[in-house]
C-alpha cells in the first residue's frame, strides 16, 4: 500500500504543504484565506516543477483567498465569544422544531441534540445511538442551510455512510439539497 509523503516548505514567501502520493499530476487546493496552500503531487514530480506551477498559478490562489475571506466561515475564525454565544442561541433555537418536523417526515426519532462551534464539519450524527451534533456556525448562513443539515444527519440514522443510497434519501426528501450545501462552501 502506497502511502503520502507530508512536506512543509516555503515556495516565493508563502506556505505550501505538499503531499506527494500515488497521483498522476499536480493539483492546487486552498482551503483557508490564512492557511497553507495545499499541493497534491506524484512521488516522482520534482520540486521546481511544483514550484514552477505555484508561480504560473499565482493569480488564481490570489482570487481564491479572497473568495475565501469573503464567507462567513473565515469571518467565524475571529469571532468573540459573545458572537459564538449568540449563534449558539441562534441555531439552538432553530433546531428543535427542524428536527421535529423532519423526523416526521423522514420516520425517524432523533437522540440527544448537541450543539458546537466547530471548524471542519457541519454536523454529525451517531447513528447508535441517535445522538446528532450541530455546528453552531449555521447561524451564519440562511436558514436553508440548517435545514439541509438537520435532514442531512437525520437520514444518517437510516443510512451511515454517503452512497448512493444515502444521496437518494437526500433526493427523496430535499431535492435542492446540492444547491443548499453548496452554499456551505
Known amino acids: 500500500m502506497a502511502r503520502t509523503i507530508n512536506t512543509d516548505v516555503i515556495i516565493d ?5 505538499i ?3 500515488n497521483v498522476s499530476g499536480i493539483t492546487l487546493r486552498i482551503k483557508s484565506p490564512d492557511g497553507p496552500l495545499l499541493v497534491s503531487a506524484p512521488y516522482y514530480a520534482p520540486d521546481f516543477m511544483i ?3 505555484i508561480r504560473e498559478k499565482r493569480l488564481w490562489i490570489a482570487q481564491q483567498r479572497a473568495e475565501l475571506a469573503k464567507r462567513p466561515m473565515a469571518r467565524a475564525s475571529d469571532a468573540s ?3 459564538a454565544a449568540e449563534w449558539m442561541k441562534v441555531v ?6 427542524l428536527i421535529a418536523k423532519w423526523e416526521r417526515i423522514i420516520g425517524v426519532k432523533a437522540g440527544k441534540l448537541a450543539y458546537r462551534n466547530m471548524t471542519s464539519r457541519w454536523g454529525s450524527c451517531q447513528p447508535k445511538t441517535g445522538r446528532i451534533c450541530i455546528n453552531t456556525r449555521l447561524a451564519l448562513y440562511p436558514p436553508e442551510c440548517l435545514e439541509y ?6 437520514c444518517h440514522l437510516i443510512v451511515s455512510g454517503h452512497g448512493p443510497r444515502f444521496k437518494a434519501l437526500l433526493d ?3 431535492p435542492d439539497w446540492r444547491e443548499r450545501s453548496a452554499k456551505l462552501k
Do not use: N
Open 92 to 97: 439552538k433555537e432553530a433546531t428543535p422544531p
Open 81 to 83: 465569544k459573545k458572537e
Open 51 to 53: 514550484a514552477a506551477l
Open 13 to 17: 514567501g508563502q506556505q505550501v504543504r
Open 172 to 174: 427523496a426528501y430535499l
Open 149 to 154: 443539515i438537520v435532514v442531512h444527519e437525520l
Open 19 to 21: 503531499s506527494r502520493k
